[in-house]
């Protein structure tokens, strides 16, 4: 088994009193598009950049293509592409300017530099925009200009932190047609997002929240924890308070707010016959259950409220 691109061991990171990380493991394969899950404050961001060299650990230990995160960071980051989620392009410099610019700070020159602009023109669409101004492109275009700036060196394993936030669906999608084929091509993709059909694009999911891991898997093993029928989608009047009345049903395990309706985790398939009928009576006529495949959100609910001692991983 070849040796995996990123290894994290009870990786840890804390701010004062705060553990924004909290003994963090996993490994991350060669040529794997793996996502980094949660919500805002997850611990994502601080996650990759002690991958990143950017900010050494607290505790436990990780390792970047070999090289250690605490003692090697320079090693690291001759290596590796980073796209922070914070945009870091040059704002009064063209999109020529900028690829010029990273070009040459990755060493790149003459014939060799040329040639990686062409292909970072090429495969971010943005031949139309090359003498634009950057603070003038529109959010998507600067986001496809950051990648290819964060991939001029030809880079093994690129980090990607939260690289759609602000974009429009067709530009996300756009975006992620490009990883597709970075991947596709041998480069290592590991992405944080808060984008559930995001993850659903990933080879494996690790889902974070509040500093701790707590899955890991590929998106069909996450889903398939639930047993056949046992997630169902409730239509009904004034569904915050039907919440309320199913939270406190034997048959319910978990319920939780998708927009105008409900996902709730029942303790069996059959269990659901029932439902109709007790929000009737409780006054949340007409209602309606309907058996439902679950989706990355249900997983992600259910296991930050039912967080295990044990991280479950594949």
């Known amino acids: 088994m070849s040796q995996p691109a990123v290894r994290a061991v009870e990786l840890s990171r804390w701010f004062g009193a705060f553990r924004a990380v909290d003994r963090v493991s996993f490994e991350v394969g060669t040529g794997e598009v793996f996502g980094f899950l949660g919500s805002n404050g997850a611990g994502k961001t601080t996650t990759i950049r ?171 093993r996450l889903k398939a924890r639930f047993e056949s029928g046992t997630v169902v989608e409730i239509a009904c009047p004034r569904p915050a308070a039907a919440m309320r009345h199913l939270e406190g049903l034997p048959a319910v395990h978990e319920v939780a707010l998708f927009g105008d309706l409900l996902h709730a985790i029942l303790a069996a398939p059959g269990a659901a016959s029932g439902l109709v009928a007790a929000l009737e009576a409780a006054g949340h006529a007409p209602a309606t259950v309907t058996a439902i495949d679950p989706s990355l959100e249900d997983v992600f609910i259910h296991v930050i409220s039912r967080p295990s001692t044990g991280r479950e991983q594949a």
């Not at 392009?89 to 990686?116: K, P, S």
């Open 50 to 220: 002690m991958l990143c060299g950017l900010l050494a650990p607290s505790s436990g230990s990780g390792e970047v293509l070999g090289f250690d995160v605490a003692t090697q960071p320079h090693e690291i980051k001759r290596r590796i592409g980073y796209m922070s989620q914070r945009f870091s392009l040059y704002a009064d410099l063209t999109v020529d300017e900028n690829l010029a610019f990273w070009g040459g700070a990755y060493g790149l020159g003459g014939a060799r530099l040329r040639e990686r602009v062409a292909w970072a023109i090429e495969v971010g669409a943005l031949a139309s925009r090359r003498g634009t101004v950057v603070r003038e492109l529109p959010v998507g275009f600067r986001q496809r200009l950051a990648l290819g700036c964060a991939l001029l060196h030809e880079p093994p394993i690129v980090f990607l932190d939260e690289p759609t936030g602000g974009v429009d669906p067709e530009a996300r999608r756009r975006f992620w047609d490009l990883i597709d084929t970075l991947a596709a091509a041998g480069t290592t993709v590991f992405v944080t997002t808060h984008y559930m059909d995001e993850a659903e694009r990933c080879g494996r999911v690790a889902l974070m929240h509040a500093g701790k891991l707590l899955a890991l898997d590929t998106v069909p």
